[in-house]
Each structure stands twice: as structure tokens, then as C-alpha cells.
């Protein structure tokens, strides 16, 4: 069972009956040593390859997937080394601070056209802890591809070097041994790529429609969570949005895995305070994912849990609605009839905010995250996308 959980990365349960656990055992715990392989030994052959590899790209590319979310600064240090640009999976969102210099974003139908032009261009991918979606569309290139689990490599398209290992140890082998580039070419058309996807992202956020346009609504949640927040995000329309305007500088983020659960969001949000109940939690969700778990709001005010519910309200499955269109056929049960979310709050114990106008929204943010305690702000959002 305990190897299922660590090697497979499965789900184990052991049950062990009520007279058994009232034992007493004298016995010695076998080490794993021995039943379980230690990832944190790497290859040094496959590493001199990868090295060697890298030396020969003139326009090497880093993307880093989840397996490598808790390498933040030495991802930042050997793109830097190397001036290689960094992109992330969707669900590897904020792993390196999307104000990095070498930092484009998120590949993928949710990410940047930078990411996309960048990975278009390299001529070697260095792939870290990332199986890749099929959302992710990966043109075939020289690839090196790391990961712990040796079902993920190469199993979307044939890689050059394949390294079975853990993310951290290879990454800092890789930091030992390669050797430092000079390229200011390099750096100074990523800064330009920015500066230019930055100014699109705030034109768009610059609308003061009514109902509230979801650029507008990520541009003023950056400009009120905490640095360090932890942000929940459901599935549909509001995920979409997320990924493509919300720049992440020190956040954490939390996701459905492959993008297919819906109301993931606030049961993420409840147990994200739970397991950090010093940090801010938010959680950002639409109507049509929050009605699947809204009861669980109760269980954030029974335990007092101040986790922050954003609903992007457009009164609709608005993906569902977008699929039904592409596929050429009538948009069939996707509108939604919903309450006052708001009020729904305030009935629970928490505290609610209604916004309808654009003005509205920075101050009930602002309440909101001040409120310390379960709250809800309620957004009408405009259905459209662009």
C-alpha cells in the first residue's frame, strides 16, 4: 500500500481493526531501503547528455511542469545560467514569478502567444516534471524530458533524452555543471515580448463595462491579494480567464489536474486554510461550479475558515455553451437560473458582497479579504469572451 502511494502516486488504504491498534508491539521498523527506489540518486551519464545537449542548442527552451513546483529558485538560477526562457504548464502556473525576466507565461489554449512563439522557435525543450495535456500542444522537437514517473516520458511523442529522476536533484546537477552563457540578444527580445503581451493584457482589463469583463476582474484581484495568497481556481470559463490574465508574482496555485471538475474550487479553498491558516486563501470560481458544492460554504463558516469566494456570475456553463457553438449545434441547458449569492453568504454566517459596476468591485474585494471570516463576492461577468 505504501509503496502504491509513493511510486504510483495513487490512492492507499490501510485498515487496521480497533482490537489490533490497541497492541502493544515491540518490533523494529524495516527501513524502505530496499523496496523502494530512491529517486534522489541520479544518472550521471544521462546528465552528462543532457549537459552536452544544452551546450549545442543556441536557443534552448525550459518548461516546467508540476513535478517541479517547489523549484522555484533554482529554475530561476539555471535559466539564468544558461539565458533559456521559461514557460510552465497551466497547472504549474506561478512555479517561477510571472514578473522573472526570463518568464513567459503558461503554454496551452490558456496561456501567452509569447509561450506559444518561443517554444515554436527553440531548438531544444528542457522538459521538467511535466507530462504534458493534450491541451498543451508540444511541437515535436530535440527534447530532454525529466520526471519521476517513468509512465510520463515520452509518452506523448519520442524525446531525445529521457531522465527517470526526481526534478530537484536533476535540476541542481544540471546548475553544478553547465556552463554560464552571455546572450543580452536573448534577454532583451524577451523583455520586448513582455512589454508588448503586458500592454494587450491591459487594454483589455481597461473596459469599465457592465456586466464586469473578466480581464477587469483578475486586474483588480492582482491589485488586492496578498503576495504570498494561495488561490483555488475551479473549471470552466473563470479557469480560462485565470490562466491568461492573472500574473502570478508569489502565489500559489491550486487546480483540478486535467481541467475536468467542476466545483473543485471552494473544497480546495477550505482545505488550502486548513493545512496554512496563516496564509490567504481565495478562491476563484464560477456560478455553475460553486452551485455543484455551495453547501460546503457552511463548513468553511463552522470552522471558521475566512477563505475568500470570487464568483465570476455570468449565469451560464459558458464553456459547455462555447463547445455547442464550435460543434454547430443549438445551445442546449448551459443557462442558469441562481440566487443571490451574496445573501446566500450572509444567511450562512459568512459576509456577502453583490457587484454589478466596475466601480464596486475593488472595495468589495478589499471588505471581503478584510472581513476574516467565509465571504463571498458575487461578480456579474459578461458571458462573452472576446
Known amino acids: 500500500a505504501l509503496k502504491h502511494a509513493l511510486v504510483e502516486r495513487g490512492v492507499s488504504h490501510l485498515a487496521i481493526p480497533n482490537d489490533i491498534q490497541k497492541e502493544p508491539l515491540e518490533a523494529d521498523i ?5 523496496r523502494i527506489p530512491d529517486f534522489r540518486i541520479s544518472n550521471t551519464l544521462l546528465i552528462e547528455r543532457a549537459v552536452s545537449l544544452l551546450k549545442e542548442s543556441e536557443r534552448p527552451l525550459i518548461i516546467a511542469g508540476w513535478g517541479a513546483r517547489d523549484q522555484r529558485d533554482n529554475l530561476m538560477k539555471l535559466s539564468e545560467k544558461i539565458k533559456a526562457p521559461i514557460i510552465t504548464t ?7 514569478s510571472e514578473g522573472h525576466e526570463f518568464s513567459l507565461g503558461v503554454l496551452g489554449d490558456v496561456g501567452t502567444p509569447m509561450a506559444r512563439k518561443y517554444v515554436n522557435d527553440a531548438d531544444l525543450l528542457l522538459v521538467l516534471g511535466s507530462s504534458f495535456s493534450e491541451k498543451t500542444n ?16 515520452g509518452r506523448g511523442f519520442p524525446v531525445e533524452l529521457a531522465i527517470l529522476g526526481d526534478c530537484g536533484v536533476v535540476i541542481e546537477e544540471l546548475l553544478e555543471k553547465v556552463k554560464k552563457r552571455e546572450n543580452q540578444q536573448i534577454l532583451d527580445a524577451v523583455r520586448t515580448e513582455k512589454e508588448r503581451w503586458h500592454a494587450q493584457l491591459e487594454k483589455e482589463a ?29 473549471v470552466g470559463d473563470n479557469g480560462f480567464w485565470f490562466g491568461r490574465n492573472f500574473l502570478m508574482e ?26 496554512s491558516p496563516d496564509r490567504q486563501v481565495v478562491c476563484v470560481t464560477g456560478d455553475g461550479g460553486f452551485a455543484q458544492v455551495m453547501g460546503d460554504f457552511l463548513t468553511a463558516v463552522k470552522n471558521d475558515l475566512d477563505v475568500i469566494v470570487t464568483i465570476l456570475n455570468n449565469r451560464e456553463l459558458a464553456m459547455i455553451s462555447m463547445e455547442q ?22 444567511s450562512c454566517g459568512g459576509v456577502g458582497f453583490r457587484v454589478e459596476h466596475p466601480e464596486e468591485l475593488k472595495d468589495a474585494l478589499e471588505k471581503a479579504m478584510g472581513a476574516k471570516k467565509p465571504a463571498i463576492v458575487d461578480i ?6 472576446f
Open 30 to 34: 524495516e527501513p524502505m531501503v530496499g
Open 90 to 96: 497551466f497547472r504549474a502556473k506561478g512555479v517561477v
Open 138 to 153: 508540444i511541437p515535436r522537437k530535440r527534447t530532454v524530458q525529466v520526471d519521476i514517473d517513468p509512465m510520463n516520458l
Open 206 to 234: 481597461d473596459s469599465m463595462e457592465t456586466p464586469l469583463r473578466a480581464p477587469f476582474i483578475f486586474k483588480m484581484l492582482r491589485e488586492t491579494i496578498d503576495p504570498d495568497a494561495i488561490i483555488a481556481i475551479d
Open 250 to 275: 508569489g502565489q500559489t496555485l491550486l487546480m483540478s489536474g486535467y481541467l475536468a471538475t467542476m466545483g473543485f474550487g471552494l473544497p480546495a479553498a477550505i482545505a488550502a486554510k486548513l493545512a
Open 325 to 346: 457553438r464550435i460543434e454547430g449545434y443549438p445551445r442546449f441547458a448551459t443557462e442558469l437560473e441562481n440566487p443571490d449569492f451574496s445573501l446566500y453568504a450572509i
Open 380 to 385: 456579474e461577468t459578461d458571458p462573452r469572451r
